[in-house]
């Protein structure tokens, strides 16, 4: 019997635990409380409601917490000046773990429970794939900060801040054969991943557009994503002088780390998911010193609105320095403000009406928006969802991110 | 040369997994059962080294190590009191279960105590890499010290299993439970000391496994915890050189396979060498024949 009673104790504490591990939202405790009036999906209260789904935890948590810190910094900023025709944002926010399955639908699920008008997701591309076609049966406006894979803008509801990974990929084959940066190039990418490997292939094609040699083409998994040895290995026999990385931070600093134990230095060259890497706790910036990356956006750019951002930013979390999904995030805040304010959308409204609206306003000739991430260039949408911008490339430098 | 640095790096996993492969081998041995819930206290010694190394105390490595093989121990012995003992007497398949549920209580124990993002582990390893042939060989100072850890912790487990006391009751109980009660050995604490030096060795091998491959996260010892178990079950399960050779033999199997075959069919190949194996011979390399009793 006492036996009986202990293992029922555990087993309580146990799912107590594992209910506390999935609830947990570091960063970001105020946006997920539901309110209850607004359970019932039609919104009640007199607020505009805009939901953002990204990974909260795990691997890729510092992009979702970016992006929710971000944007309920822009809603703050916003509403404290009087809101958008008088009516105020609210910001909800769900974790989806950066996960492509359940947790993505779940995650987009919880937020519409929340009475969401308005999408602002997701982070990741492999999570964005996951829901797109729900989003389009509910007709829900989806504006996606980070989520850059080609496919995710494929339904009309679809529109996306950052640029597609093909234009990552060609436009990183381009910076680097015109910048002369190497003859001889090496890839590691994600298989498993749709980001990694649409990058990928798009830099293939680049690369051959610009008579950039590829001389090893190395892959990995998510679940054999910790032993880079013989990647490496494959590189410096191939005798690579850059090696591109269109790849997450977190396996990234794995591959600078296991380039240092074979004594290998080629030059590194990534792409918006290196961003980061200079904040993994512990992390030896020295490794990084040196690695390229493209990105819309660069923390230390000397324009007003970059310095305002960073200012606010680092004001209200902790001092932290705001990465590109953190500007990406919070030029979507905007951009959805001015759409709300020029087509008259009111907090009565349902989201699909609101999308009916929204999803032609983007596209018209005279919208445009000129924010943190464009390097300096207003950013227009085309019908396809997406957005014509400029990438720069920033190094890191003394363990931080500086322009090139 | 690049064939050498594989096979080198090869080994250097190998080692690894050989010391994970060790507590999964000796517990099954002298306890009979699968304890699942190994491969994440190898997460839990690797966060007590990254605790009391960098993160909170600031202690020399060799100590942090030392630390975490306390802790690991105690948690070992309070695992097996808490999980296992009570089901003695019940059936293996009730145990392994047991087994699951405890290694997802520590994932998520670990998750809630030391959040979801991962950090970087510093290396306890601070020995200089060697290179030959003017550097086209460069064997790190992880490496150099995961071969020499997990050959030591061989040697040094055999002698200990038939020189000392408490070895040679291990082997007793292993053989004959019942029997080895009624020579007057404590069964109980013999299994709880079978624990013990399991989990001390899955300090050690944390330690290793994140010093080679510095991101510490609450699932960390997942896949090198599968990957020891096969590797101890290609050995021969219960052998401890068979766990040895099994890890070497996986940990090379796994580099070359990803160097000169696919880069993601290396696991695949891993488990399909396995099946291989065990078609030929079923209780592994160095597996004893077991008389199946009627």
């Known amino acids: 019997m006492k036996l009986k009673k202990i293992l029922a104790v555990m087993l309580a504490l146990v799912m107590v635990l594992s209910f506390a591990a999935c609830t947990k939202t570091p960063g970001n405790e105020n946006g997920s409380d539901v309110d209850p009036s607004n359970v019932d999906g039609n919104n009640s209260a007199s607020e505009i409601v805009i939901g953002v789904s990204g990974p909260l935890t795990g691997g890729a948590a510092q992009y979702g917490n970016a992006v929710v810190n971000a944007a309920q910094l822009a809603v703050d900023e916003i509403n404290a000046a009087g809101g958008v025709n008088g009516t105020n944002l609210k910001l909800v926010s769900a974790d989806d773990e950066a996960d492509s399955g359940e947790k993505a639908v779940s995650a987009y699920n919880s937020l519409k429970d929340q009475g969401m008008q308005i999408f602002l997701g997701t982070v990741t591309s492999g999570s964005c794939l996951a829901v797109i076609d729900k989003t389009a049966d509910d007709n829900m406006f989806q504006l996606t900060p980070s989520a850059s894979a080609d496919a995710v803008i494929a339904n009309d509801n679809c529109f996306q801040i950052c640029f597609t990974d093909s234009n990552q990929g060609a436009r990183s084959a381009q910076y680097i054969a015109e910048n002369n940066l190497a003859t001889k190039v090496a890839v590691i990418y994600d298989s498993s991943d749709a980001y990694s490997t649409g990058i990928y292939n798009n830099f293939k094609k680049g690369a051959a557009d610009k008579n950039l040699e590829i001389v090893a083409e190395q ?33 990234a600093s794995l591959i600078l780390k296991a380039a240092a134990n074979a004594d290998y230095a080629p030059k590194f060259f990534g792409c918006d998911g290196l961003d980061g890497i200079l904040s993994v706790e512990n992390f030896d910036v020295k490794l990084a010193e040196g690695v390229m990356l493209l990105t819309p956006f660069a923390a230390d750019a000397e324009d007003d609105a970059t310095k305002k951002f960073v200012a606010a930013y680092k004001a209200k979390y902790n001092n932290e320095i705001p990465n590109q999904f953190a500007a990406d995030a919070y030029d979507g805040i905007y951009i959805l403000a001015e759409l709300i304010k020029a087509n008259n959308i009111t907090a009565d409204m349902s989201a699909s009406d609101i999308c009916d609206i929204l999803k032609v306003e983007i596209c018209k000739e005279g919208f445009s928006y000129k924010g943190l991430t464009g390097a300096g260039s207003a950013l227009t949408w085309d019908n396809t969802g997406a957005v014509s911008k400029d990438p720069m490339a920033v190094v890191i430098k003394d363990g931080a991110y500086a322009a090139l | 040369m690049g064939f050498l640095s594989n096979l080198i790096n090869g080994i250097s996993l190998g080692s690894i997994y050989a010391v994970i492969a060790l507590g999964y081998t000796m517990v099954y041995g002298i306890a009979k059962m699968l304890n699942f819930a190994h491969g994440d206290v190898i997460m839990i010694g690797g966060y007590f080294v990254y605790l009391s190394s960098s993160k909170l ?8 190590v030392l630390i975490a093989m306390v802790a690991c121990t105690i948690l070992g012995i309070t695992i097996e009191k808490i999980a296992y003992k009570p089901l003695r007497k019940a059936t293996s398949l009730a145990v392994l279960i047991t087994a699951i549920g405890v290694s997802y209580f520590l994932q998520n124990i670990a998750l809630v105590i030391f959040g979801a993002n991962p950090v970087t582990f510093t290396s306890v390893v601070s020995i200089p890499a060697i290179k030959l042939f003017d550097g086209q060989i460069v064997i790190s100072g992880e490496t150099s010290v995961a071969i020499v850890v997990s050959i030591l912790v061989v040697i040094g487990l055999s002698l200990f299993i038939k020189k000392t006391k408490t070895g040679k009751a291990m082997l007793a109980v292993s053989e004959d439970k019942g029997a080895a009660q009624l020579m007057g050995i404590n069964v109980n604490k013999t299994i709880s000391i079978t624990f013990a030096i399991g989990s001390a060795l899955a300090a050690i091998a944390g330690a290793l496994y994140c010093s080679a491959y510095p991101i510490l996260q ?4 997942a896949m090198p915890g599968i990957k020891a178990f096969t590797a101890a079950v290609f050995g021969g399960i219960g052998s401890i050189p068979g766990a040895m050779i099994g890890g070497i033999l996986i940990g ?22 396995l099946i291989l194996i065990l078609m030929f011979k079923p209780t592994g390399i160095l597996g004893k024949k077991m008389v199946e009793k009627v």
């Open chain 2, 218 to 221: 609450n699932t960390t010892g």
């Open chain 2, 252 to 273: 090379v199997i796994e580099i070359l396979g990803r160097a000169y075959i696919s880069t993601q069919l290396a696991d695949a190949i891993v488990f399909a060498v």
């Open chain 2, 57 to 64: 105390l600031h202690l020399p490595p060799v100590l942090s």
């Open chain 1, 219 to 251: 892959s990995f998994t998510k679940d054999s994503n910790k032993d880079f040895s013989a990647q490496i290995q494959a590189c410096k026999t191939a005798g690579a002088d850059l090696v591109f990385l269109p790849i997450y931070y977190t396996e």
